[in-house]
């Protein structure tokens, strides 16, 4: 079967790949295993070597890389190169902390017996991976599976596949062998033959429907199970915080950038009441002022949706909203014409019965609503089955700080947004996900303790 890569600016049909089969899984698992075996022997420094190699390759060609990644997504020019560059901070992160992370733990080296932790791999694992951010969201799992000496199987999203061939060409070239790294081709079904083949751990990007089937679908295996998942993340503008336009620059580009499809986008905000009107004014100004059109312009910040489908869910969002009693600021309409435009969209004075303000939303699109509090900006906060992050703008730490305790959610941000970082742990609560990618904590996920009790006779 062939696989159809389409460019959502125009329609128009990039390439078709070859799609793999559930047989092929089998094979290539096998392939795997024999491979780990050999790569997990290598010393540290020989894994790490390969994907330092890996991004100086990514960097020599991320110029062509881009424009592969706008054409399959949409995303325009300028943010895939940001992304392309920005991911390469978690191999910098890898280089530097990777074998204190690995390292065996001695706890007790003294007496008749000896105790330590040594971190073995998990084996060959399965990554199944969203498009929207494929650099970012794929390096978080599978650089750091490599480097702990697991093999992998890639399966990038169906809507992201010519990117996922370009990290499986660029890791071979950069010394990871074949029987190492394999990318597979193929939609949701051939993500279901990962699930049915006998992996040593699954680790998924995507969304909450799809993850909580693979949770169920592989729980029999008792092997570990890491979710990245989608969000509805709020942002609290505080009434004192020190710049009213600024803040609205700020809080725009968590809603807008890469056109709301971003996990932890800003999908719904609450503004304290006595700079409602002044923020309001200045949020749509700011949204008013983005440039929209072909993904391949250097000025273009918004560009087509990467999935023509999600229009008519943005559509039902704003006639929801409308028809509840929000105010349309801004947008509101797919544009004419070809690819899959959708204006950004601003809907102010919304409450929670929108599901605006509750579904998550992925796209151009942002719903605003009065608070008289910050208690009640708390309750409506909380008011999500989702967990990835929460927002608070306002130039006192401590009012910040109050709120973000209270958040049952992986990241909280104060004055910032819409942000990762390797140095902290990526993670999200409830629908949000499961387990952690970065950080000291994104490592030992790829890795199982062993204990040693030594008896020295
Ligand atoms: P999706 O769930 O539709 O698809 C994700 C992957 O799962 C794709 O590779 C797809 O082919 C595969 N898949 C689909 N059905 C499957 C099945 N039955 N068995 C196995 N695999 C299957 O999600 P998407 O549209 O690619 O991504 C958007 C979602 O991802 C949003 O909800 C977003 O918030 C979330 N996301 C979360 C993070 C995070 O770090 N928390 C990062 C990026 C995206």
Redesign the pocket.
């Known amino acids: 079967m062939k696989l159809t890569i389409t460019n959502p600016a125009n329609g128009n049909t990039i390439t078709e790949l070859q799609t793999n089969t559930k047989e092929d899984v089998h094979a290539k698992l096998n392939i795997l295993r024999q491979g780990q075996k050999e790569w997990f022997k290598k010393p540290l420094k020989e894994r790490l070597d390969c994907i330092v190699k890996f991004g100086a390759l990514i960097k020599q060609n991320s110029e062509t890389l881009a424009v592969i990644l706008t054409d399959e997504t949409g995303k325009p020019i300028q943010q895939s190169r940001n992304e392309i560059n920005g991911a390469h901070n978690r191999i910098e992160h890898l280089s530097k902390y990777a074998e204190q992370w690995l390292a065996d733990e001695v706890l007790v080296d003294f007496g008749a017996t000896h105790e330590k932790i040594v971190y073995e791999p998990l084996g060959v694992i399965a990554n199944?991976?969203?498009?929207?951010?494929p650099y970012?969201?794929g390096y978080?799992v599978f650089l750091y599976a490599l480097v702990a000496g697991n093999a992998v199987m890639y399966?990038?999203?169906?809507?992201a596949a010519l990117t996922g061939k370009q990290f499986e060409k660029y890791l071979h070239l950069a010394g990871v062998p074949e029987n190492v790294f394999q990318c597979v081709i193929?939609?949701?079904?051939?993500?279901?033959a990962?699930?049915e083949a006998h992996f040593d751990g699954y680790f998924?990007?995507?969304?909450?429907?799809?993850?909580k089937?693979?949770a169920k679908?592989v729980a029999h295996k008792l092997v570990p199970v890491q979710l990245?998942?989608?969000?509805k993340d709020p942002l609290f503008v505080a009434d004192d915080v020190l710049d009213v336009k600024q803040a609205a620059i700020n809080a725009a580009e968590g809603a807008f950038y890469n056109n709301g499809?971003?996990?932890?986008a800003v999908e719904r905000i609450y503004v304290s009441d006595s700079i409602y009107d002044a923020f309001v004014n200045a949020f749509v100004e700011e949204v008013a002022s983005y440039k929209i059109g072909n993904p391949m312009h250097d000025s273009t910040f918004v560009g087509p949706l990467t999935?023509g489908q999600q229009i008519e869910f943005l559509e039902n969002q704003v006639n929801d909203a409308i028809s509840k009693g929000a105010v349309l600021k801004l947008g509101g309409q797919a544009l004419d014409g070809d690819g899959n435009y959708y204006e950004p969209t601003v809907l102010v004075d919304c409450n929670h019965d929108m599901n605006v303000m509750v579904d998550?939303s992925?796209g151009p699109i942002i719903g605003i609503q009065r608070v008289g509090s910050d208690q009640e900006a708390i309750t409506l906060m909380k008011d999500t089955e989702y967990g990835?992050t929460a927002a608070v703008f306002s130039s006192n730490e401590q009012r910040a700080m109050d709120i973000l305790q209270d958040m049952n959610t992986g990241t909280v941000y104060w004055n910032c947004c819409d942000r990762v970082s390797p140095n902290v742990p990526?993670s999200?609560r409830k629908n949000?996900?499961l387990g952690s990618?970065l950080s000291s904590q994104g490592i030992r996920a790829f890795v199982q303790p062993k204990a040693y009790h030594l008896r020295v006779l």
Do not use: M
């Not at 998924?204 to 993850?211: M, N, Q, R």
């Not at 990245?228 to 969000?231: A, K, P, V």
């Open positions: 199944i991976s969203a498009w929207n951010f970012n969201v978080n399966k990038p999203s169906e809507y193929g939609d949701g079904s051939l993500g279901q990962l699930l998924f990007t995507g969304s909450y429907a799809t993850g089937h693979i679908s990245e998942l989608g969000g499809q971003s996990c932890c999935r998550e992925f990835l990526w999200g949000s996900g990618t």
